[in-house]
């Protein structure tokens, strides 16, 4: 089982980027899913999770990140818009069940101001 995380880069405050996470051994469909990301002397802190069909986003980011999934590509997304370097961390994808647990390894998300 693999989650391949990418998209990530450097960026301009108020900029965009999509994070893409792809795997590889599992249907992403029977799993809930989640982006986490941490910033360096900080806990790995959830930014949006999907179960069920319902997603919920850290009010840090809300308004302004959007999970989405594509089945057909086994691939989901986060959308990230007007980004602020408090932003800036290692962006992780997980899935998960109620007897898995699988992550990524990690993009890093760099905001300048």
Not at 56 to 65: C, I, L, M, P, Q
């Amino acid at each position: 089982v693999q989650l391949q995380a990418s998209g990530g880069g450097l960026v301009q405050a108020g900029g965009s980027l999509r994070l893409s996470c792809a795997a590889s051994g599992i249907i992403l469909s029977f799993y809930s899913m989640g982006w986490y990301r941490q910033a360096p002397g900080n806990t790995r802190e959830l930014v949006a999770g999907t179960s069920s069909g319902t997603t919920t986003y850290a009010d840090s980011v809300k308004g302004r990140f959007t999970a989405s999934r594509d089945n057909a590509k086994n691939t989901v997304y986060l959308q990230m818009n007007s980004l602020r370097p408090e932003d800036t961390a290692v962006y992780y994808c997980n899935a998960h069940s109620a007897f898995r647990d699988y992550w990524g390894k990690g993009t890093q998300v760099t905001v300048s101001s």
